[in-house]
């Protein structure tokens, strides 16, 4: 019997009896050992994170780290962050050490041979389909696009699926890039430029003289993506639709989630402004992409596959299409939730990566007007003696200094934001150092922002 236990049936008015000593003398001790274990976890924790940072302390930091923020809002996503940001890694090219918070340690890896080791080992590494990867996607910077790229697991596009789902997605999304699909598109990809030099030209005309190069492309890549994707036409680039304000404003939320320390906590951040919109936003866009594969399915179903293929004779096959009729070694097909979550992946990751690399592409070349000027007379020269002044698919193979001008533009500024992966084992740099066994890393990118011209 627990010397307290007398004490504690008398605070509750309790009469003291055998069975009522022992049942609490139990809970007492069952409570205890509980708060034991609690205490040796927190114990291996802490232990676990001194070894983690002592392991680090061979990596360079930038100045300036906060207590309690670390370097977190230093480089935010603005000019002044990016030039802030562009100093440090000018002095420190090859690896560096970021502190998002205090106890959360980052390792960004800027140089190619750097990052090598890491893409390396985040293959399969045995025959086995079971086997873990080295170095998998990290779910805390991942994960806060869980609930509008797949919020059940089940339901996990390309960019936060893993291990044998990723492959069989892989697979069955493959024909959807095939060259006999994306020829067709070219049309498209004319039609929406067309409409964005229109409303640059109106501009011209009047008393603006610079304009945010990012939004109009951006605007024209979603124009874009959603007629190759959905086969829909919104007009976004001249009048604003719901589906299109919603992927703005998520893409928006989800890298200022990023700066916010205490957004972290999913419990926190959906109790706040920003994540009653991200809900309400997500709500929107998975509404759209539903109601369009459900409708797309039921007359799949009802005039079969081969009726509904001749049924789009002379019209382009979209990315919904190719899903739809997608089928594993199995003959399985992608489920509602499957399809989903691909769309709204591809339309997330193609509107943002290609509209932020081709505001690089426009910035670079204004910077450089001699470039720019070869590339025009490249382009005039490909399309001169026609009556419409439209590229063609077989064109792209025509422009090879063009050509140059976007893939080293590209490598300047690359427009994905970071890659971040979470090591499982340690693993070894090209200098000796080691990346510690649970460390986080990322490669950032220069192209995270665009430009404004």
């Given amino acids: 019997m627990l010397p307290i236990t007398d004490h504690l049936l008398h605070h509750l008015g309790l009469e003291k009896t055998a069975f ?8 007492l001790l069952f409570l205890l050992f509980f708060l034991f274990r609690l205490l040796l976890q927190f114990l291996r924790l802490c232990q676990s994170f001194y070894i983690t940072c002592r392991r680090l302390r061979c990596f360079p930091q930038p100045p300036r780290r906060n207590w309690l923020l670390g370097h977190l809002g230093m480089y935010l996503p603005n000019e002044a962050g990016l030039q802030d940001e562009k100093k440090v890694l000018d002095s420190m090219h090859h690896v560096l050490l970021v502190w998002m918070g205090p106890i959360l340690p980052l390792l960004v890896l800027v140089h190619p041979d750097y990052i090598k080791p890491i893409l390396g080992a985040s293959v399969i590494i045995a025959p086995l389909p079971s086997t873990a990867a080295i170095a998998p996607k990290d779910d805390l910077f991942y994960g806060f696009l869980k609930p509008w790229l797949g919020e059940c697991q089940v339901g996990d596009g390309l960019l936060l699926s893993r291990g044998d789902k990723w492959s069989r997605h892989r697979r069955l999304l493959t024909p959807a890039f095939h060259f006999d699909i994306l020829k067709p598109y070219m049309k498209i990809f004319n039609q929406c430029t067309d409409t964005m030099h229109a409303k640059w030209w109106h501009l011209a005309e009047g008393s603006v003289v610079s304009l945010d190069m990012f939004e109009h492309v951006s605007l024209m890549t979603l124009d874009s993506l959603q007629k190759c994707v959905f086969s829909y036409n919104s007009n976004c680039q001249e009048k604003m639709s719901d589906y299109i304000s919603a992927i703005i404003e998520l893409s928006a939320l989800a890298v200022q989630r990023q700066y916010h320390l205490h957004h972290y906590l999913d419990f926190i951040y959906y109790r706040t402004v920003d994540g009653r919109k991200f809900r309400q936003a997500c709500d929107m866009v998975h509404r759209f992409t539903t109601e369009v594969i459900q409708e797309r399915r039921r007359a799949l179903h009802q005039q079969g596959a081969e009726a509904w293929l001749k049924a789009k004779h002379g019209k382009t096959l979209d990315f919904i299409d190719v899903l739809l009729l997608a089928r594993d ?18 339309m997330f990751e193609g509107h943002d990566t290609t509209s932020s690399g ?9 910077k450089y007007p001699e470039y720019q000027e070869k590339c025009r007379e490249e382009i005039q020269e490909v399309m001169k003696g026609r009556e419409v002044e439209e590229l063609e698919w077989d064109d792209l193979t025509q422009l090879p200094f063009t050509t140059m001008c976007i893939k080293e533009s590209l490598r300047q500024y690359p427009p994905v934001t970071l890659v971040s992966r979470r090591c499982t084992e340690d693993i070894k740099l090209p200098d000796g150092r080691i990346i510690p066994k649970g460390a986080r890393r990322v490669s950032p990118a220069a192209g995270a922002l665009p430009p404004v011209m």
């Fill in 20 to 27: 009522r000593v022992y049942t609490v003398s139990a809970l």
């Fill in 329 to 346: 070694e199995d003959g399985k097909e992608l489920s509602d939730e499957d399809i989903r979550a691909e769309a709204d992946t591809f």
């Fill in 358 to 366: 081709l505001s690089w592409v426009l910035f670079n070349l204004a």
